[in-house]
DNA sequence: TATTGTTATACTCTATAACTATA
DNA sequence: TATAGTTATAGAGTATAACAATA
């Protein structure tokens, strides 16, 4: 009887000790783990290609766009503009792009890939890939593509803006 | 007729467009995307509580675990013990929780929720449900229980460690 | 000698303010 | 007057090194 009671007790402490909210249960966690894990994987995978993942970035946004000023990138990156002088200071002095005057507006910089850019930018989507596949390797395609779709989904404005 | 091969050709070109890889369908871009929006809201949500979303970390650490030094709550929360420090002062100062010297081991500070720090912790948590709602308002239920399927299995090790 | 908490220091990342050259 | 790029500076955030107390 006693026995019963007892077990009975530690049962429901322990039902209330998983009732706790967890810190492991938390969105932000989860995103902030998955993310500093992926952006290791990045690292990793990108070193013998020669770029850091934000220049991956910008490399992907020059290549997506026909006309692209330093502003431009820096807005579709989500940085400053002082912080992209640096990025992109980085990349023209290995070559991976080249900045000239916009003939139309002086005062812009139109930033261009370099040919060795196009091809270090196929080399790091490769490698990016790879790391994506590391970091998804618990899950099937589908998986990966209904992670895809709803982390997409949710980082869309509702009305399609 | 060249006005279909012009039309066939835009087309193509089109379709070439799409195929370029596109930032925009990185997991790294997508999953800080979403991070940074949940951060934004939940600075929003947690500001009239008065604890900042590391600090609920720390509070969710301390009510999950039964006893915790410094140093057990840093390494699970992954910052260095130096950081701990600045992070227990000012939830101590706040009166959220309390350091005392362990008895057993005198080296070590034992942090224990106050009772303002379990009301608080309370308070948190319900701000921080609102925030990982609005961030999933484009998601139903069921959806988002995935999405946090996904990334807890995507967080987890291979082997079970 | 090793470990916990602490402080001082340095490093990284990023933004704000100020300057130049263009518009 | 306003804007693009640049530079210098300052502010978070975090880690490394050194120190005191304790083991």
Redesign the pocket.
């Known amino acids: 009887m006693l026995l019963t009671i007892t077990i009975m007790y530690l049962q429901r402490m322990a039902r209330k000790q998983d009732e706790r909210p967890a810190l492991s249960t938390r969105l932000t966690y989860l995103l902030k783990r998955a993310l500093v894990e992926l952006e290791g994987l990045h690292a990793e995978h990108l070193a013998p290609v020669g770029v ?1 993942g ?1 220049e991956l970035g910008v490399l992907l946004l020059l290549n997506g766009f026909d006309t692209t ?4 990138v ?1 807005g579709r990156l ?9 990025l ?2 980085a990349l023209e002095e290995k070559r991976f792009l080249a ?1 000239r005057p ?1 003939a ?8 261009e890939l370099t040919p060795n850019g196009h091809a270090v930018l196929a080399q790091a989507v490769r490698a990016s890939d790879q790391a994506e596949r590391q970091l998804l390797s618990q899950l099937d395609d589908k998986e990966s593509a209904q992670l895809r779709t709803l982390l997409t989904r949710v980082t869309q404005e509702p009305s399609g803006v």
Chains 1, 2 share one sequence.
């Open positions: 850091s934000r000023s330093q502003q431009q820096a989500g940085v400053d503009r002082t912080t992209m002088v640096g992109v200071d900045r916009d139309g507006d002086r005062r812009r910089n139109v930033l």
